[in-house]
């Protein structure tokens, strides 16, 4: 997948394309859904399936911190964007100024003279422009003026429930990994890179892999059984996600042991399945009550996955 990165990097020959724009947080069953229309018509037009995506997203910039918790960063979207066969991600700096061009500028300008948006597919709510001014009713103005197809989308529903961000969010928060992950249509991940730590969980002698998230507000909390993908294949583990306030703890961050691990993480990525929670994160007395938590979270843990039949959970 190409990924081009700001507007000022679009060039002529982009121009051309069957274009759908959003958040994509979370790359869910419902944002799949509208993929797969995409790429559907992107094939039957001989076109390239294009997406446009914004960092940050636009509450990020409106609201700050207090923004939802995203359910993806940027590098894992753009992964699961590219496992799923689009052919480019336009990823556009959500600032200031681009919040206040006019939706008919964004429309002229970005959707038609740079990108040649031969069919739009969005949502029949989709908001764009200055002071969120343009709307469905405006672009199919658009379409009907110059000649380009707009095809809306409807919200995916599982039994009774619209899958959205929203909801997986939500699932998360009350620890239901079942419900969220029948809206992503995968269990939930974190991905991060391993950086050194203090090495305290070393000393107490559970070596930690230090994962730092960089992001402002994460959806979960607490202790989970885990699975970690690395360079050396797939590992069983238990994985503290939060600000450890035993050790007075500033930033949120994740730290996973990997049951019967010994090789060098430092300086790689890592992707962190959530299996299953097993509490909630906790202050201690001292660090050998804590010492003694990880024990009981690692038995935990363990005895998680010796339940589970042999395929369904990682072999490490």
């Known amino acids: 997948m190409e990924l081009i990165r700001g507007l000022h990097n679009i060039q002529p020959r982009h121009h051309g394309c069957v274009l759908t724009i959003g958040n994509f947080d979370g790359v869910h069953l419902g944002h799949q859904a509208v993929l797969d229309k995409v790429q559907a018509i992107a094939a039957r037009l001989n076109l390239p399936s294009c997406v446009m995506v914004f960092e940050p997203q636009p509450l990020e910039l409106f609201a700050g911190h207090a ?26 700096a959500f600032n200031p100024k681009f919040a206040a061009m006019r939706p008919e500028l964004f429309i002229e300008q970005l959707l038609l003279k740079q990108l040649g ?7 029949d709510d989709f908001k764009f422009g200055n002071n969120r001014a343009g709307d469905f009713a405006m672009l199919a103005l658009a379409a009907e003026r110059y000649q380009f197809g707009l095809t809306s989308t409807s919200s995916l529903m599982l039994g009774q429930q619209r899958v959205s961000s929203t909801l997986i969010r939500q699932a998360l928060q009350h620890d239901d990994l079942t419900a969220a992950e029948a809206m992503l249509g995968r269990p939930f991940s974190l991905t ?19 994962v730092w998230l960089y992001r402002r507000k994460l959806p979960v909390h607490g202790v989970y059984a885990i ?8 590992f069983q583990g238990v994985a503290n996600i939060g ?13 996973a042991h990997l049951f019967d691990f010994k090789a060098d993480l430092y300086g790689t990525q890592i992707a962190v399945t959530l299996r299953h929670k097993l509490r909630s994160e906790q202050r201690f007395a001292d660090l050998g009550e804590l010492q003694q938590q990880i024990t009981a979270d690692m038995h935990a843990a ?13 072999i490490s």
């Open 192 to 210: 991060g890179r391993v950086r050194h730590g203090r090495k305290l969980g070393r000393d107490l002698g559970f070596p930690t892999a230090n």
């Open 302 to 314: 363990k005895t998680y996955f010796s339940r589970l039949a042999p395929t369904a959970g990682s």
């Open 67 to 92: 923004a939802p918790a995203r359910l993806s960063r940027f590098r894992e979207k753009y992964n699961e964007l590219a496992r799923l066969g689009i052919d480019r991600l336009l990823c556009v």
């Open 243 to 255: 600000n450890r306030p035993t050790v007075q703890g500033q930033r949120e961050q994740l730290e």
């Open 227 to 234: 699975t970690a993908e690395t360079q050396y294949g797939c």
């Open 117 to 123: 948006a031969q069919q739009l597919i969005v949502g």
